[in-house]
C-alpha cells in the first residue's frame, strides 16, 4: 500500500527566510505532484514532477523529485506573506493514470 | 482553463436524509474523483470513475456511492447521512491521457446534524 508522508505538517517561517518541505513515499512511483490550498479554497496544482532528477520552479518555489530515495522536496526561497497556504504532495499509485494518494499536507505560515 | 464546478459550498443536512452532491466539468475529461478532506488526514478518496457509468471503490467507500451517467457529471450520495460524514467534500477531474494533474472544485463543506 502506498503511504505519502509530508514533513512538516506546520510550519511558521519569517519573511525572507529560505525552508524546505519534504515528501516522503513508500513504494516505486515516478510521478508525482505538489498542490497548493489558501483557506477555504480549492486545491491548484503547482508542479507536475514525472521522471528522476526533474526539477521545476515557478517564483519562489522550487520542486524536485528523487525517485531512488522516494522524496520530493519543495523548497521555498525568501519567503512572502502571500505563500502562506497549505501545500500538498500527491503520488500515482502505480505507473498508470491512476488515482493519486495525497500527503496530509503542510500548513506554511509566512509572518513579518 | 478546467473548469469544475460543484453545486453547493455549504451544505446542511440531517441524520439519516439521503444526500446528493453533484460534480459537473467542462473539460471532456474522462476520469473523475470524489475526496473527503478533514484536518489532519489531507485528502481521502471516495470514488472515482474511468467513464461514463463506470466507478470503481477508493479507500473510503463505505456509506458513499456515486453515479455516472454522463461524462461531465459525477453524484456523490450519501446513502443514509450520519455526523460522521461531515466533511469537506472536493471533487476532481483529469485527462487519461499522459500525466495530467487533477483539476478541483471548489468543494462542498457539508454538515450533518
Known amino acids: 500500500e502506498l503511504k505519502v508522508e509530508q514533513n512538516p505538517l506546520f510550519l511558521s517561517m519569517q519573511e525572507g527566510k529560505n525552508y524546505t518541505i519534504y515528501c516522503n513515499y513508500s513504494?516505486?512511483?515516478?510521478?508525482l505532484y505538489w498542490y497548493r490550498q489558501d483557506p477555504g479554497k480549492s486545491l491548484e496544482s503547482l508542479f507536475v514532477?514525472?521522471?528522476?532528477?526533474a526539477v521545476k520552479q515557478e517564483g519562489r518555489l522550487m520542486a524536485s523529485l528523487d525517485t531512488k530515495a522516494r522524496l520530493s522536496t519543495l523548497h521555498i526561497t525568501a519567503a512572502v506573506h502571500d505563500l502562506s497556504a497549505t501545500y500538498f504532495c500527491?503520488?500515482?499509485?502505480?505507473?498508470?493514470?491512476?488515482?493519486?494518494?495525497f500527503g496530509k499536507g503542510t500548513r506554511l505560515s509566512v509572518i513579518a | 482553463d478546467v473548469k469544475v464546478t460543484q453545486s453547493s459550498r455549504y451544505l446542511v443536512k440531517r441524520t439519516g436524509e439521503k444526500v446528493f452532491l453533484e460534480c459537473v466539468q467542462d473539460?471532456?475529461?474522462?476520469?473523475m474523483f470524489w475526496y473527503r478532506q478533514d484536518p489532519g488526514l489531507g485528502l481521502r478518496l471516495i470514488y472515482f470513475?474511468?467513464?461514463?457509468?463506470?466507478?470503481e471503490k477508493g479507500d473510503i467507500p463505505e456509506g458513499y456511492s456515486v453515479s455516472r451517467e454522463k461524462k461531465e457529471r459525477f453524484s456523490l450520495i450519501l446513502e443514509s447521512a450520519s455526523t460522521n460524514q461531515t466533511s469537506m467534500y472536493l471533487c476532481?477531474?483529469?485527462?487519461?491521457?499522459?500525466?495530467?494533474?487533477?483539476?478541483f472544485g471548489d468543494g462542498t463543506r457539508l454538515s450533518i446534524l
Open positions: 500527491a503520488v500515482d499509485r502505480n505507473s498508470g493514470n491512476t488515482p493519486l494518494v
Open positions: 513504494t516505486t512511483s515516478d510521478r
Open positions: 514532477l514525472l521522471s528522476n532528477g
Open positions: 473539460m471532456d475529461h474522462e476520469n
Open positions: 470513475s474511468y467513464d461514463v457509468k463506470m466507478k
Open positions: 476532481a477531474s483529469n485527462s487519461p491521457l499522459g500525466p495530467q494533474p487533477q483539476h
